[in-house]
């Protein structure tokens, strides 16, 4: 038995790939995207019954007349809401027998009337597997059945699926009555092949499991061989469910911040002498990936973050340059529709020699057109899985409102990135979704006033300061009415960039400055900074500014670091794009935003939009 204690070991330590007698992989039945749906009626007898168990005799439920004329509900008695929720445990355990319902949210929106047909869903969004199942399956489990207690064979073989779980009063109401999250343990998520190693593991064993012949009659009355057809009972399920997938979004069980907006090619042009009105000067034209959304996710994968990007571009020139690094980096363009006889996204922009923009034309129809929120909904497992969705606003309002209600369904939290001016304004239909945005102070102007109409905030911007700290209490005395404008509509964090003076974060006094530590993974490159910040972190400047007839609003000052100058067109969204990776690295809102400065002073002393040596590594020497 010690020889196979020891074979046993060697057998955990060497990789599966390289097992030569393993010859199929395990069947997954359940994958993200993946939804179970049950139709039912509660009769008025199982609402009765239900009182009399629970004690909740609450006359809504019980009495037709006092429910319509004192409930206010028009249509008589309704359901329990606890009642209703059963339905969700109740669908996993009858197609995965043996679940462990683990943990369950609810959000009870509207009500259920007894008789009524409901319609019950439950959809897998995030699955964390058991790396050891079939291992234990195929080639350990004759040596487990006598010591399946000392290895715990019930754990090592389940899997923890997390579901977002929906019940519909009306099928054709898209406005759930019940809303959730469910975490259970399946341990009948596999199937197990059936194909036997051609070699016994244990020579000196000779019971095997023949997955072909049922154990539902077997006479055994030892305890090893109850032990043996539970354990059989988790390994071998019952058939698949019939389950209704999204054939795009299935096959992403893993968490990656998602990424809506425009990917653009960036022509620019930048003057080698003053340039003059009428007439063309000598100067240098290059052809640059660009886009806010582009632009960010670039970044987000350059300090070890994967975003999945969904955007636009046409079947042409431009099209295939913006794709080539893409496909070239090993990122994902599943979600990247490539469209024919479509022009792609185009920015011609023109500079000065100090890199300021003097001006640009911008050609970005194509994502207003083709970024629909049915292109955008078939995604919907990607957005319910990920930390954070991050859309820009060249969407269409349309666009924007879907991708934001998909994202508050699951409580995705939203970063909203204002692109300019003009299109900031498109923030006022979905504010109250939005939980992050950076708006420069212009855009932050624009946005107050496209939710306050008519206009009344303004900013005019002064340069004549020569003292930085008089500057900064200039700007919050001209800001901080429009950020407090905003905080009230619904806004959780509002990250005002200032250009060489910093950053505001602003910020009701309660609010978290962590984000979901669920959905955050911890990467080499958050660690490596978190040591760094915790280390030399920079004085803030705290404002607290109490409002009447609310909690307090806190503004933070953080500035921004010397920089030499060759271009300031990525600063901005390099700026967004460490703020989010910091974030879905664990970090909280005050470290983030103090590596998106780190990282937009990378920008700004490089050519490109995002500079080509940029790792987490050179910021957290910096």
Excluded at 230 to 251: C, D, E, K, M
Aim: net charge neutral; aromatic share 8%.
């Amino acid at each position: 038995m010690r020889a196979s204690l020891r074979q046993l070991v060697a057998m955990m330590a060497t990789p599966l790939m390289r097992s030569k007698t393993m010859t199929t992989a395990p069947t997954l039945l359940l994958k993200v995207g993946d939804t179970l749906c049950e139709r039912r009626r509660f009769t008025e007898g199982e609402v009765e019954a239900y009182a009399g168990v629970s004690g909740d005799r609450n006359p809504v439920h019980l009495d037709d007349v006092f429910a319509r004329e004192v409930g206010g509900f028009e249509h008589g008695c309704v359901v329990h809401g606890m009642l209703v929720a059963s339905l969700f445990p109740a669908l996993i355990a009858a197609h995965f027998p043996g679940a462990v319902y683990a943990r369950q949210s609810l959000k009870f929106a509207a009500p259920v009337y007894v008789g009524k047909e409901v319609l019950v869903q439950v959809q897998a969004l995030h699955i964390r597997p058991s790396a050891t199942k079939y291992l234990y399956a195929q080639f350990i489990f004759p040596f487990l059945i006598s010591y399946s207690e000392l290895f715990g064979v019930n754990h090592l073989l389940s899997d923890s699926v997390k579901f977002g779980t929906k019940c519909f009063a009306n099928d054709n109401d898209n406005a759930p009555a019940i809303v959730g999250e469910a975490l259970a343990v399946l341990p009948s998520l596999h199937q197990v092949p059936t194909k036997a190693p051609s070699t016994p593991l244990f020579k000196d064993i000779h019971l095997t499991l023949n997955p072909s012949v049922s154990m539902a009659g077997t006479t055994a009355t030892s305890s090893s061989l109850r032990r043996m057809e539970s354990v059989h009972r988790h390994l071998l399920p019952a058939p698949p469910p019939i389950l209704h997938q999204n054939p795009l979004g299935a096959t992403r069980s893993e968490s990656f911040p998602v990424i809506i907006g425009g990917m653009v090619l960036d022509i620019h042009a930048k003057p080698s002498m003053q340039p003059h009105p009428g007439t063309t000067v000598p100067g240098m034209v290059k052809y640059i990936s660009g886009g806010v959304a582009r632009n960010i996710a670039e970044c987000i994968y350059k300090l070890e973050t994967r975003p999945f990007m969904i955007s636009v571009v046409g079947k042409d020139m431009a099209g295939d340059f913006l794709l080539k690094y893409w496909r070239s980096a090993g990122l994902c363009t599943d979600g990247i529709l490539q469209v024919d006889d479509v022009t792609t996204p185009i920015v011609s922009n023109v500079f000065d020699g100090s890199g300021e923009l003097i001006a640009g034309v911008a050609s970005v129809g194509a994502v207003e057109k083709f970024l629909s929120p049915s292109w955008i909904c078939q995604f919907c497992a990607c957005i319910s899985n990920a930390p954070l969705l991050m859309i820009d606003a060249n969407l269409s309002p349309e666009s924007l409102e879907a991708s934001c209600k998909i994202a508050h369904e699951v409580g995705v939290p939203v970063f909203f990135e204002p692109v300019s001016i003009v299109k900031s304004s498109r923030i006022a239909p979905i504010a109250k979704y939005i939980t992050y945005t950076s708006p420069n102070e212009f855009e932050l102007v624009a946005m107050a006033n496209s939710l306050s109409p008519p206009e009344k905030y303004n900013f005019a911007k002064i340069d004549q300061f020569k003292n930085k700290a008089k500057a900064v209490e200039y700007l919050f005395e001209m800001l901080s009415p429009a950020m407090f404008f905003l905080l009230e509509k619904g806004i959780k964090f509002l990250l005002v960039t200032l250009g060489s003076h910093g950053v505001f974060v602003c910020c009701k006094e309660c609010t978290s400055l962590m984000m979901d530590q669920q959905k955050s993974e911890t990467t080499s490159f958050s660690t490596m900074l978190l040591d760094k910040l915790e280390r030399c972190f920079p004085s803030n400047m705290l404002l607290n500014f109490p409002r009447e007839g609310s909690t307090r609003t806190c503004v933070f000052h953080l500035p921004a670091v010397s920089a030499s100058v060759v271009s300031l067109t990525g600063a901005g969204d390099c700026f967004v794009g460490g703020v989010i990776s910091a974030l879905c690295g664990g970090l909280d809102m005050m470290q983030s935003v103090a590596v998106g400065i780190a990282i937009a002073k990378a920008s700004v002393e490089s050519e490109a939009n995002i500079p080509d040596k940029f790792s987490a590594a050179t910021i957290a020497g910096g």
